[in-house]
């Protein structure tokens, strides 16, 4: 949540600046804010909107400067207005502060500065850390980079800042506690950012901040990285695995399109080097090392938020299928402060594509803390998901920059798949021919998703005309197929505003079914095998109430055809892998619904792409 960049250097900030926030817009766009360092003063501009807005705010300004910090903001403490913008300032003007995160003891640090005469100009929690860090800086007579430090120390909750000052004009400090700050260097010049895309186009070499550290970038220096005790800590160089023309949007109308599209490739990805027909085998090198212990638990608890919360509902179905271990599957945000009942032989699994989300992450270190063997299934590389896990694979779905997660989504399935299938083989808990039929579709699986988007496009745009002037839509799923309707109605109403619910199908009857009739648009994902029988009578009972049905079925279909008003085709697979081909005709409904209402897909409203507040 939150974008910050910064950059210090012998070129000018603000192209690199707002450049860099044009790349994280997707972290927030409630408002934008840019300070730049000019001779004896600190220039800020700042005003509520998109980053776009920024840049007219400050057509025609003096904006040059050799370092300088910016934001996009994603509001938690008081409206987007321009005074609530970072940068914040400190009162006398010589010091400015970008923030990702939230100040929790933000009340009583603010009652105690305004005692001591400090005034506020915005309701942000961030204007309290810069006013605390002023305080100190002029109470104590120390340096900045103490005062940061020691201000920090106060602090509850989670950060992620750049600090520029008058007085040190070649240095930016930064510090991170709970939010991403990554350090990338050029010659004679830092750039640093909460997110990769910020960074990549002018430097690979990188350093990730852990939580509560300081780092001083200072031009022409080494960088220096010290932890809150104010011990020196060593920091290691990495290599950033991103090129730019991941993060553009390579001719498509918008990101999530693209990335729509990009399933065929990004599953491929999610399986290379991980799937081998010939040879039939699947190992996923990150969590060898620990396979006696997963084939040795007790139960897999797995912890995420949203889509990912999705992918985690599928792979109960797979682990228990497959691998027949008890899987529990738990939103990360009522996880964390359930005081949940955590064996040590029970294997925690977090499944995130920022690997950043701020209640994914406080589980992961609620379940190390009580002795289980975390697991990480993550898209970003180097996320703060991925090194707080004990182990872990990576889904390589590339980078994804839409707010709603697509490819993300079939990944993380696909990477969960091969885990079952893995531990299963191992647990002898599945018939060779079964697992060989699973392996020989799973190589198939980038060409089936290949079809489904080449052969529905048309009828998918035909059902977003119909459904797109309606104000609610129930989806319906049963088995392996529950996950993608709650799945279809999440993309659906975080992008076009409809109120979607998504539902076990046989549950209709015991409330929901009150609210059909012949405004009700009902998809239901009905293919063939598993509970195929069973939804057919389901979608009986929503059509004697004149529920419209929308259905997904397997090619071929006849039963459920006949009791639809609009029927999408899939092509017939494993039931496994279902949830991975019926998602794709949902999130192009969702796609183009949204469109259609004008909507912004890439933005939407309220919604930021990684959340990194609870
Ligand atoms: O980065 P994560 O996978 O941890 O994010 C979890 C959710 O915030 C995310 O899936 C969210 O629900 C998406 N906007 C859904 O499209």
Redesign the pocket.
């Known amino acids: 949540m939150c974008g910050i960049v910064g950059y210090i250097g012998n070129k000018e900030a603000y192209p690199i600046l707002i450049k860099g926030l044009q790349r994280m817009e997707y972290r927030g766009y409630d408002s934008a804010g840019v300070a730049l360092l000019q001779s004896k003063e600190i220039k800020v501009f700042k005003c509520s909107g998109k980053v776009a807005d920024l840049e007219a705010h400050c057509q025609g300004k003096d904006i040059s400067g050799k370092s300088g910090i910016a934001h996009t903001r994603w509001a938690t403490h008081g409206e987007p207005t321009d005074v609530n913008a970072h940068p914040h300032f400190s009162s006398d003007r010589k010091i400015a502060l970008i923030h990702n995160g939230i100040i929790e003891n933000h009340i009583a640090l603010r009652q105690a500065l305004i005692k001591e005469g400090y005034m506020f100009e915005s309701e942000t929690d961030t204007e309290v850390l810069i006013h605390l860090i002023e305080d100190i800086h002029k109470k104590e007579n120390i340096d900045l980079v103490e005062s940061v430090r020691l201000a920090l120390t106060q602090v509850v909750g989670t950060y992620g800042i750049i600090v520029l000052s008058v007085d040190d004009p070649n240095t930016l400090i930064v510090a991170r506690k709970g939010s991403p700050v990554i350090i990338g260097f050029g010659k004679d010049e830092y750039y640093v950012a909460s997110d990769a895309s910020a960074l990549v186009e002018y430097t690979k070499k990188v350093v990730y901040l852990n939580d509560e550290e300081i780092a001083v970038l200072s031009k022409g220096n080494d960088l220096v990285v010290k932890n809150i005790h104010n011990e020196t800590v060593p920091h290691s160089i990495q290599k950033l695995q991103m090129t730019l023309s991941q993060i553009e949007k390579g001719g498509y109308e918008h990101f999530m399109l693209k990335e729509i599209y990009e399933q065929p490739t990004s599953i491929a990805e999610s399986m290379r080097g991980r799937l081998n027909l010939k040879k039939e085998i699947v190992a996923l090198g990150g969590i060898t090392e620990y396979e006696d212990k997963l084939l040795s638990a007790r139960r897999f608890i797995i912890v ?6 999705h992918a985690g509902l599928v792979a109960e179905h797979l682990f228990e299928d497959l691998v027949r271990i008890p899987v529990e599957v738990e939103y990360a945000s009522e996880f964390r402060y359930r005081n949940p009942i955590i064996y040590e032989d029970d294997v925690v699994i977090a ?7 701020a209640d ?1 992450l406080a589980a992961v270190e609620l379940a190390k803390k009580k002795g289980a063997l975390v697991l990480g299934i993550c ?2 590389v180097g996320s703060s ?1 991925a090194r707080a896990t004990h182990a872990g694979s990576y889904t390589h779905a590339g980078f994804e920059i839409g ?4 490819k ?2 079939t990944s993380q399935v696909t990477v969960l798949t091969l885990m079952a299938l893995s531990l299963a083989m191992r647990k002898e808990k599945i018939q060779r021919k079964q697992y060989t039929q699973m392996i020989a579709a799973l190589e198939d699986l980038p060409n089936k998703v290949k079809y489904v988007l080449d052969s529905v496009n048309a009828t998918v745009q035909e059902v977003a005309i119909y459904m797109k002037d309606f104000s609610n839509v129930l989806y319906l799923g049963r088995n392996y197929n529950y996950p993608v309707a709650l799945e279809g109605a ?2 659906l109403k ?1 992008i076009s505003y409809i109120h979607a619910e998504g539902y076990p199908a046989a549950e209709m009857k015991h409330g929901p079914i009150a609210l059909i009739d012949e405004n009700m648009p009902v998809v239901v994902i009905a293919t063939k095998k598993g509970t195929y029988k069973k939804i057919v009578s389901n979608i009986e009972e929503v059509k004697a109430r004149k529920g419209k049905i929308i259905s997904i079925v397997t090619e071929g279909d006849v039963d459920v055809k006949n009791l639809s008003d609009f029927v999408i085709e899939i092509p017939e697979t494993e039931e496994m892998l279902v949830p991975i081909i019926a998602s794709i005709p949902l999130q192009l409904l969702a796609y183009y619904v949204a469109v259609m209402c004008g909507k912004n897909v890439d933005k939407p409203r309220n ?1 930021a ?3 990194t507040v609870e």
């Open positions: 995420a938020c949203g889509t990912s919360y499944i995130s594509q920022s690997g950043e989300t994914t898209n970003v998901i707010v709603a997660s697509t993300a989504f999440l993309k975080e919604l792409k990684s959340v």
